[in-house]
């Protein structure tokens, strides 16, 4: 059963660079028949997808964030990881990486249980 | 990119049944057959419960339903049970490889 776990520090300096990792058990990052993802929720707030990655290391980023992104996979440990730069306060969330079978379907069918990052000096 | 336009909370008694509705423009929810939504209980992570628009994720039961009409996706949810409160947001694939989710609606069961 695919299984996802986020980790990462849970406290961000404004500035700096947030950087997680979703590790992947019971199935494999190189399958070509899904894609990666990460998605977004501020405290009290809604979802908002961050970007996806296929396999082969194509890269999907929401418009609004794209400048400050980077999604990238390690086949050899199984894990994609997020690169969020120059944070704000803004950033702020619970993030989780998830599975999807194709980013022109927009839908999630398996999430990690998200990992709360918290910007603050 | 904007998201998606979901009613702020809904509500219904055991037994009956709620609409939720999504409204996007003909660039997401109405220009693909890619919305789906998901239910989220406080502090846990999204469930996809509708996928392509209308169709049902294996064990997610057949009261859940889901719809679409020009810009605007429904979900609706017969037979209303405590167990159904909970947050619901819906999804949409947005064109040049990008994904729109709804600002979320809390369904209360009276």
């Known amino acids: 059963q695919l299984q996802l776990q986020e980790s990462g520090p849970g406290l961000v300096k404004p500035s700096e660079t947030l950087s997680l990792t979703c590790t992947v058990s019971g199935g494999s990052i190189s399958s070509s028949n899904y894609y990666w993802g990460w998605i977004r929720q501020p405290p009290g707030k809604g979802l908002e997808w961050i970007g996806s990655m296929y396999y082969s290391g194509s890269t999907y980023y929401n418009p609004s964030l794209k400048s400050r992104v980077t999604i990238s996979g390690d086949t050899s440990k199984n894990q994609f990881a997020l690169e969020l730069s120059s944070v704000t306060a803004a950033d702020t969330a619970i993030y989780y990486c998830?599975?999807?079978?194709?980013?022109?379907?927009?839908?999630?069918?398996?999430w990690g249980q998200g990992t709360l990052v918290t910007v603050s000096s | 990119q904007s998201a998606l336009t979901q009613p702020r909370s809904v509500s219904g008694s055991p037994g009956q049944s709620v609409t939720i509705s999504c409204t996007g423009t003909?660039?997401?929810?109405?220009?693909?057959?890619?919305v789906s939504w998901y239910r989220q209980y406080p502090g846990k992570a999204p469930k996809l419960m509708i996928y392509?628009?209308?169709k049902r994720p294996s064990g997610v039961p057949d009261r859940f339903s889901g719809s679409k009409s020009d810009n605007t996706a429904s979900l609706t949810i017969s037979g209303l049970q405590a167990e159904d409160e909970s947050d619901y947001y819906c999804c949409s694939y947005a064109g040049n490889y990008t994904v729109v989710f709804g600002g979320g609606t809390k369904l209360t069961v009276l």
């Open positions: 998830a599975r999807h079978p194709s980013v022109t379907t927009g839908y999630f069918h398996q």
């Open positions: 003909s660039s997401d929810v109405g220009g693909y057959n890619s």
């Open positions: 392509d628009v209308t």
